[in-house]
């Protein structure tokens, strides 16, 4: 059996930065489980539209008690892979132990929380590494990046400009590979800048008319899509490189 996991139009919908979160339980309400008490540390998943904020109100079975042994830090990071593979292989696929089961990739959170799932419940898996991700996203510019900084090192140059990623801080589901190779440009800048050699890097955001990502809504940032689509017109995003230039020399970077 090869199960191929496929978002529903209820997750499609979800536009809230901070989708999964962690604390302890301050109230509850009247029929709330009797596994649940105040104090207890939680996991869960914020249903309401926007950010989630210090306090959140949610119904006691988008709830998961956190283990003593994991710490909030660790738990938040649970909700959202766990609740995907727990709708897909059990909910959708109704897999039963002994099935087999096809995992691809099974790397990233998904993938691995799928694999633990999968043995815990007894099915034969089948899962693939996701490397040639990794090839196609990391090492082009890592490598890359590191050959234009060895190779031009004895050159005076007036500028060194590297194309980086938001995904740095906000991050990108799925591509972990990604904001990994941003990450590393990011660096790599700040580097320049403590040996006093020119250095600029370009954290873009989505594109709105050209690019992978053209036309595209972002499940977890729809407001933010919207608002990137505005700003990231390809004219705009010419005069942001020239006044990161401007910005640059004028700091004597």
């Not at 009247?30 to 119904?59: C, D, M, W």
């Not at 990011?186 to 053209?214: E, I």
Request: glycine letters at 10%.
């Amino acid at each position: 059996m090869i199960v191929v996991l496929k978002l529903s139009e209820y997750f499609e919908s979800l536009s809230s930065i901070g989708l999964d979160y962690s604390g302890a339980l301050t109230r509850l309400g009247p029929r709330t489980s009797s596994q649940f008490a105040v104090g207890y540390p939680v996991i869960g998943i914020n249903t309401n539209e926007g950010s989630s904020e210090s306090h959140l109100t949610s119904k006691d079975n988008f709830l998961i008690p956190l283990c003593p042994s994991v710490t909030f830090a660790e738990g938040e990071t649970l909700p959202a892979v766990t609740a995907t593979v727990y709708a897909g292989l059990v909910k959708a696929a109704k897999l039963q132990p002994n099935d087999t089961i096809l995992i691809h990739p099974g790397s990233g959170g998904v993938g691995l929380t799928a694999i633990t799932y999968a043995r815990h419940l007894g099915y034969w898996i089948i899962a693939t590494a996701g490397n040639e991700r990794l090839e196609e996203s990391f090492h082009p510019k890592f490598t890359g990046g590191w050959n234009l900084r060895s190779s031009t090192l004895h050159y005076p140059l007036e500028h060194f400009i590297m194309f980086s990623s938001v995904s740095v801080s906000l991050g990108s589901q799925g591509q972990s590979n990604h904001c990994a190779a941003n990450t590393f440009l990011d660096s790599l800048a700040f580097s320049r800048h403590y040996l006093g050699l020119p250095f600029a890097t370009m954290n873009w955001g989505l594109w709105g008319q050209v690019g992978v990502a053209a036309n595209k809504d972002v499940i977890g940032i729809k407001p933010m899509t919207t608002y990137l689509y505005t700003l990231s017109k390809p004219e705009l995003g010419i005069k942001s490189i020239k006044r990161t230039l401007t910005l640059s020399i004028s700091l004597g970077f």
